[in-house]
């Protein structure tokens, strides 16, 4: 009696050996897909520290946003009140020399 072997015909033409390499791959691929609650805690850590990093950072800007334009606010104001002051003297001083008119030296 012998006995007959039939290939099926998904592993023909295929060796032993490339089928262990296919079936490392396989288990080496799940174990990355297996995290475990350390790995996943820390992810979830590393997520919210960036998180709060970005919320930092966002209010920062509002922050500095708004005090840049305080700043140019308060230098306007004070560019305006320099020109008015500049203007009152100026008025004043004409307002001086014409009440007070000197004679012309010949």
């Known amino acids: 009696m012998q006995a007959i072997v039939e290939s099926s015909s998904s592993t023909s033409g295929v060796s032993l050996v490339a089928i ?7 288990n080496a691929s ?12 820390e992810e979830e850590q590393a997520r919210q520290v960036e998180a709060d990093f970005m919320k930092w950072w966002s209010a920062e800007e509002e922050r500095v946003k708004a005090e840049g334009e305080a700043l140019a606010y308060f230098r ?15 008025k004043a001083k004409m ?12």
């Open 30 to 41: 799940s174990r990355k897909d297996k995290q475990s609650l350390r790995d996943i805690q």
């Open 95 to 106: 307002k001086s020399s014409m009440s007070h008119p000197t004679a012309p030296s010949s």
């Open 20 to 26: 262990q390499e296919l079936q490392r791959e396989e």
């Open 76 to 90: 306007d104001a004070r560019q305006k009140k320099s020109k008015h002051q500049a203007d009152s003297r100026r």
